[in-house]
């Protein structure tokens, strides 16, 4: 993918970008400790579409956040505008998943179809959420003072087990994502990004009309828990379980993930027609 800084309320934003730049857009939001580099073997299989990743706040060349969820989703709205792009097909993994919802909610006319993979709408909880924030506290100062040893416990994570089924080479580029990023500026991510800092979405969900893909992988507990309890906020929704994957479907097979997205997506309704970009 060919990368790009942009900036948006006068803050450097690192966009990647590949396909048919006539085609209709495909926004792709990747995880924390992640870029939108994650997103290469995906985008390789997806022709026809026009691909834009961007690194989110915190997360590579782009600037630590500014505000919390519901400030950086208008931030992708801004980003669409920038591009021309007046509607996107929206994909978010784990903290994009919880990004991209806050998006649909807040910008419904941009997002012609939402697909969500392993994340959660929020915590309803305020003693949850509020030892979440706590928690995150804790491990942002982690990632300040030690930031090797951060990304040594992050990996050996159980919702990450299964990635050791992958290729040792797509393991190191996980790796190489990793420990590429500012340690100050992903902290500041996890203060404002983290769960706990987000307004729960659940009653908003209902409002939402455009097609939704809610995707888990088979052993990925946690969140298929969580799919559950969504399944029946969401008025048009179709909901997956892959096979023989965990919490990063698209990472841990993304041939499979590639098939069920595209059968999702030729049923869509055309996208709207596309503005004129000044970037």
Same mark, same amino acid.
């Given at each position: 993918?060919?990368?790009?800084?942009?900036?948006?309320?006068?803050?450097?934003?690192?966009?990647?970008?590949? +396909?048919?730049?006539?085609? @209709?857009?495909?926004?792709?939001?990747?995880?924390?400790?992640?870029?939108?580099?994650?997103?290469?073997?995906?985008?390789? !299989?997806?022709?026809?579409? $026009?691909?834009?990743?961007?690194?989110?706040?915190?997360?590579?060349?782009?600037?630590?956040?500014?505000?919390?969820?519901?400030?950086?989703?208008?931030?992708?709205?801004?980003? &669409?505008?920038?591009?021309?792009?007046?509607?996107?097909?929206?994909?978010?993994?784990?903290?994009?998943?919880?990004?991209?919802?806050?998006?649909?909610?807040?910008? @419904?006319?941009?997002?012609? /179809?939402?697909?969500?993979?392993?994340?959660?709408?929020?915590? &309803?909880?305020?003693?949850?959420?509020?030892? $979440?924030?706590?928690?995150?506290?804790?491990?942002?100062?982690?990632?300040?003072?030690? *930031?090797?040893?951060?990304?040594?416990?992050?990996?050996?994570?159980?919702?990450?087990? =299964?990635? !050791?089924?992958?290729? =040792?080479?797509?393991?190191?580029?996980?790796?190489?994502?990793?420990?590429?990023?500012?340690?100050? /500026?992903?902290?500041?991510?996890?203060?404002?990004?983290?769960? +706990?800092?987000?307004?729960?979405?659940?009653?908003?969900?209902?409002?939402?009309?455009? @097609?939704?893909?809610?995707?888990?992988? %088979?052993?990925?507990?946690?969140?298929?828990?969580?799919?559950?309890?969504?399944?029946?906020?969401?008025?048009?929704? $179709?909901?997956?379980?892959?096979?023989?994957?965990?919490?990063?479907?698209?990472?841990?097979?993304?041939?499979? *993930? !590639?098939? &069920? &997205?595209?059968?999702?997506?030729? !049923?869509?309704? %055309? @996208?709207?027609?596309?503005?004129?970009?000044?970037?």
């Amino acid at each position: 993918m060919l990368s790009q800084t942009l900036t948006l309320n006068g803050r450097p934003w690192t966009i990647h970008q590949t +396909g048919d730049a006539s085609g @209709p857009a495909m926004l792709l939001l990747h995880g924390f400790t992640g870029s939108g580099r994650n997103w290469d073997e995906l985008a390789k !299989k997806l022709p026809g579409w $026009r691909i834009i990743a961007p690194d989110l706040p915190g997360h590579g060349e782009t600037a630590p956040p500014s505000g919390a969820m519901p400030e950086v989703a208008l931030d992708l709205a801004a980003l &669409l505008d920038q591009l021309g792009v007046d509607q996107a097909v929206v994909i978010g993994y784990s903290m994009g998943g919880r990004l991209a919802l806050h998006l649909a909610v807040q910008a @419904p006319e941009r997002v012609r /179809a939402l697909v969500v993979i392993g994340a959660t709408p929020g915590l &309803l909880d305020a003693e949850a959420r509020a030892e $979440r924030v706590a928690a995150d506290e804790q491990l942002a100062q982690r990632i300040e003072s030690d *930031f090797e040893g951060f990304v040594r416990d992050w990996e050996a994570q159980s919702m990450f087990a =299964t990635q !050791k089924a992958m290729s =040792t080479e797509s393991q190191e580029q996980i790796r190489a994502i990793r420990r590429s990023h500012h340690p100050k /500026a992903l902290a500041a991510a996890l203060r404002l990004l983290g769960t +706990g800092s987000q307004p729960p979405l659940h009653d908003r969900l209902a409002g939402l009309t455009m @097609p939704v893909l809610w995707v888990v992988g %088979e052993y990925d507990q946690k969140f298929r828990a969580i799919a559950d309890a969504v399944h029946p906020l969401l008025p048009d929704a $179709r909901f997956a379980i892959l096979p023989y994957a965990g919490h990063a479907v698209h990472l841990e097979r993304p041939s499979a *993930f !590639k098939t &069920l &997205l595209l059968s999702f997506t030729e !049923k869509l309704p %055309e @996208p709207a027609s596309p503005r004129r970009s000044d970037a």
